[in-house]
């Protein structure tokens, strides 16, 4: 299959990280704006693509990793199952003017707090602009599961989990499954793997 468009390769050769967990406080507040774009950004960058497919994700943000930066990796498919990946570094996220909007509800999960899913309503579709690890313009427009990852990343880089977006319940209830659960995910996952298949 060709791949899409707009997908960017990622950058191989990095090493498998721990994943910072939500309550951790560089998960909950906006981070830092990248303005060096040197050897150790690119370090970063390759170290979250291996730990993003070691946890089998579609999506990593710098945070996720412990770092203060507003950088997010991503291998996701759209609406016509297309893989799109790429790396957006400082990204602005455009979403559809409230008219136009169309939301999709689905479960969601995030990589910070494994194994718990809930249903969360987020817009069908979804544009990021940004630079990649290199300083380089990049755009991805994305549709269904990748409209979604586009969202959740960018919303990491500004503090916000998507525990933040659903109803009191529904998170009680995530908070609850991911307790059942956490025993299977070591504190340094996925350096170690989990006890459990994802």
Known sequence: ??????????????????????????MHHELSEVTSFDEELETLVRDMVATMYAANGVGLAANQVGVDLK??????PDDD????????????????????RNLDTADEGCLS????????????????T???????????????????CLQH???HLHGTVFGDRVPAK???????????????????????PAAIED
């Open 153 to 155: 990343e960018t919303d």
């Open 81 to 100: 199952d297309v893989r799109v990946t790429g790396v957006v570094v400082n990204p602005r996220l455009t979403l559809p003017e409230a008219a136009e």
């Open 1 to 26: 299959m060709a791949p899409h468009p707009s997908s960017r390769p990622l950058p191989d050769g990095g090493s498998v990280r721990p994943i910072t967990r939500w309550g951790t406080p560089v």
């Open 170 to 192: 529904a998170r009680k209830k995530l908070y609850k499954k991911h307790e059942e659960l956490a025993d299977a995910y070591p504190g340094d996952w996925p350096v170690t």
């Open 113 to 128: 707090l494994p194994g718990a899913f809930t249903e969360c309503s987020r817009p069908d579709v979804a544009s990021v």
């Open 71 to 76: 950088v997010f990796v991503f291998d996701c």
């Open 130 to 148: 940004g630079v990649d690890e290199k300083g380089q313009p990049v755009e991805f427009h994305g549709t269904g599961l990748l409209a979604r």
